[in-house]
């Protein structure tokens, strides 16, 4: 079974902070995906990472694969209020017996004050 | 731009009864997934539909869960006879060929 550990649970910060959260693994993923949940709503994917090693930017978000591809990590530069929902990362492995299923953090709730 | 839908937003519904949640995946897409979401937990596969059958499953898709695409847009969830556990939000997804998925706004179903 794999597992996806995502860390911290919760992040409550102040305006203009940077943070980051990590996804953690002891199995190899084909991809990451990170998403982003509003209370009530379904995920809304933010951006995949498919290569060992890739950084991917989205205006003040950085997303980061492990060189060996179990690990990832989100990084916010200068957070800013609405910032503020639940981030989670999910893990999937294509082929084989495996049709994209994704394994999902428990997610981690980021607050943002003004 | 186009996304998943997924009706009713809400169902309410007494234990032993069959639900049906429904799903218009995004149109082009070939893979189609359910995943539930426990208050307070983590986001869990179900099952994937592939090719007009299923390809996987997890332990929690037992005999009482069932999916269909009965006509080429729609996609299915049926819940036999429904449990108290079985309360959670729903949660559709499609994907082309490659790796990203796409979730719809889910359907909260609330077992009396």
């Known amino acids: 079974t794999q597992l996806l550990e995502q860390s911290p649970q919760f992040l409550s910060i102040q305006e203009g902070e940077n943070l980051t959260v990590y996804c953690n693994s002891s199995?190899?993923?084909?991809?990451l995906q990170w998403y982003r949940q509003e209370p009530g709503e379904g995920p809304v994917l933010l951006v995949t990472?498919?290569?060992?090693?890739e950084v991917k930017k989205l205006k003040r978000l950085t997303f980061q694969f492990g060189d060996a591809r179990k690990d990832s990590s989100l990084h916010i530069t200068a957070a800013q209020t609405g910032d503020t929902g639940l981030y989670l990362c999910?893990?999937?492995?294509?082929?084989?017996?495996?049709?994209?299923?994704?394994?999902f953090g428990q997610g981690t709730i980021l607050t943002v004050h003004p | 731009e186009p996304e998943v839908t997924q009706t009713p937003s809400h169902q309410v519904t007494q234990m032993g009864q069959e639900v049906i949640l429904r799903c218009v995946p995004i149109s082009n897409h070939l893979y189609f997934y359910w995943y539930r979401q426990i208050l307070g937990q983590k986001v869990e596969f179900l099952v994937s539909f592939y090719n007009n059958e299923i390809s996987e499953k997890s332990e929690i898709f037992d005999d009482q869960f069932s999916v269909e695409r009965p006509d080429g847009s729609n996609f299915t969830l049926k819940i036999r006879s429904t449990k108290l556990e079985d309360s959670a939000m729903y949660f559709c997804?499609?994907?082309?060929?490659?790796?990203?998925?796409?979730f719809g706004p889910g359907t909260r179903l609330t077992v009396l």
């Open positions: 199995s190899v993923f084909s991809s």
């Open positions: 999910a893990g999937a492995n294509a082929g084989g017996t495996s049709y994209g299923k994704l394994t």
């Open positions: 997804a499609s994907k082309e060929q490659g790796n990203e998925q796409f």
């Open positions: 990472v498919v290569t060992g090693g």
